[in-house]
């Protein structure tokens, strides 16, 4: 089993290296030794994750193509500028709201630059603001309706009378409080701008950049708006029909009644708002697959498909000696399982390929479903090790050098938010589960 363990980690650390697919297709090459060399039987591939997360990006990538991520981004400068020196506490409510409305944490790319010039031309320290925001649009993933870690775990959860208000009934607010709390510590972080070495520095080289950021402009604000619209309201029918079972279509199949499921349910209610976002606002459908979104999303479809294919086939073809070697510790502290959700989390660079690697153990060991929600938001550690594509944009956007990895990579400017975001959000969550249990 540790034979296999190794390869299964060896294949999970060179495809986080290789970035896009890579992790993808190494967790593949995974399986490919796990099947042939190992002997083990390869489960069924995560098939109705994967098509949920497509019809997701298409929609997302639709409004994107519609200018409607444009126009949130515009809405949010008007926000930040209007309260520059509230940015800190603003900046992470707003990519928390970028996030959960869109499903993908890939939408804070945009906002990101807005933030890091808003806090330069208010003199306040660019760390504070964007620090907490990059981690309150990772938290919000397990918050989101939509997001591909949301259903994934929705989809595993289903056989417990699990419904989707029951997640976001514990997730949303454990994880607003989480960043909340983080963006109260950020307020503190740091020098004050102009008493910082490196900003007097780069100031006193010449090497701080005096251009103002310039964003472009909405070319349609109807057609921007349409979009959007369209987006939210499809989203809110997913969360109508995921806490309401009453409202799901029910059909008879040889004489025994079925309702519809929410896998179904999100394709079809997410294929139809892309499809209507074209067809009310003319967009072109080459243009909806050549974004941003559109592109990010799918490279998670592909790390999904092979990592949790691949987790999938070495947790169950070693389930009797998994279970015999932590079975005791975590039916006595189950608790314990959110170290292991935050632990892979950082090899993997998902929350969705996270929780399809390592729930079904989960359900194994016979940890409750409510607890498995509570320990949710525990998959967002990726901030952890400073080279996830939004960490190192923030680093980047920041002009004044203040948004930096430290002397000894850890010491970054992300841990401390992510760690009191991601420590609060777990801790709310286990007392709330006391509520409804």
Not at 287 to 315: E, H, L, P
């Amino acid at each position: 089993m540790f034979i296999q363990l190794a390869f299964v980690l060896t294949a999970i650390i060179l495809g986080a290296r290789l970035g896009g697919i890579g992790l993808g297709i190494l967790g593949g090459l995974g399986l490919a030794v796990l099947t042939f060399g190992f002997g083990l039987a390869p489960t069924s591939p995560p098939i109705d994750v994967m098509l949920m997360i497509v019809a997701v990006i298409a929609a997302a990538g639709c409004m994107q193509a519609a200018g409607g991520l444009d126009l949130m981004v515009k809405l949010a400068e008007k926000l930040l500028r209007k309260n520059p020196a509230q940015i800190t506490i603003l900046s992470p409510i707003v990519t928390y709201l970028f996030t959960f409305i869109a499903g993908t944490g890939h939408v804070a790319y945009s906002v990101l630059p807005v933030i890091a010039e808003v806090a330069t031309e208010t003199k306040i320290r660019p760390e504070r603001p964007l620090g907490i925001a990059v981690i309150a649009s990772q938290q919000a993933i397990t918050a989101s309706p939509i997001s591909a870690a949301t259903v994934a775990l929705l989809s595993m959860l289903s056989g417990f009378d699990i419904s989707l208000f029951d997640i976001l009934k514990i997730t949303v607010p454990c994880t607003l409080a989480g960043i909340l709390i983080g963006a109260f510590f950020s307020l503190r972080v740091g020098k004050e701008l102009m008493d910082d070495p490196e900003f007097r520095r780069r100031v006193s080289l010449g090497e701080f950049d005096e251009r103002k950021l310039e964003l472009t402009d909405v070319k349609n604000r109807t057609k921007a708006a349409i979009s959007v619209g369209i987006f939210i309201f499809s989203t809110l029918c997913i969360v109508l029909f995921g806490s309401f079972e009453s409202l799901r279509p029910t059909f008879t199949t040889n004489g025994e009644s079925i309702t519809l499921g929410m896998s179904a349910i999100i394709e079809i209610c997410m294929l139809s708002a892309a499809a209507l976002i074209l067809l009310t606002t003319k967009t072109d459908g080459i243009k909806a697959a050549q974004g941003s979104v559109f592109m990010a999303g799918m490279q998670a479809v592909v790390a999904i498909f092979g990592i949790a294919w691949m987790g999938d086939t070495f947790i169950a073809g070693n389930m009797t000696e998994l279970r015999g070697a932590i079975e005791g510790v975590v039916t006595q502290m189950p608790w314990l399982f959110g170290f292991a959700l935050f632990i892979m989390s950082i090899l993997l660079y998902s929350q969705a390929a996270t929780i399809r690697a390592l729930l079904p153990l989960g359900i194994a060991l016979g940890i409750s479903p409510y607890m498995l929600i509570a320990l949710f938001p525990a998959v967002n550690g990726y901030f952890f090790v400073p080279n996830y594509p939004t960490v190192v944009a923030a680093i980047n956007f920041d002009r004044t050098g203040t948004t930096r990895i430290g002397k000894y990579v850890l010491n970054h400017s992300f841990m401390m938010p992510g760690l009191i975001a991601t420590g609060v959000a777990v801790g709310l969550g286990l007392l709330m589960i006391q509520l409804f249990n």
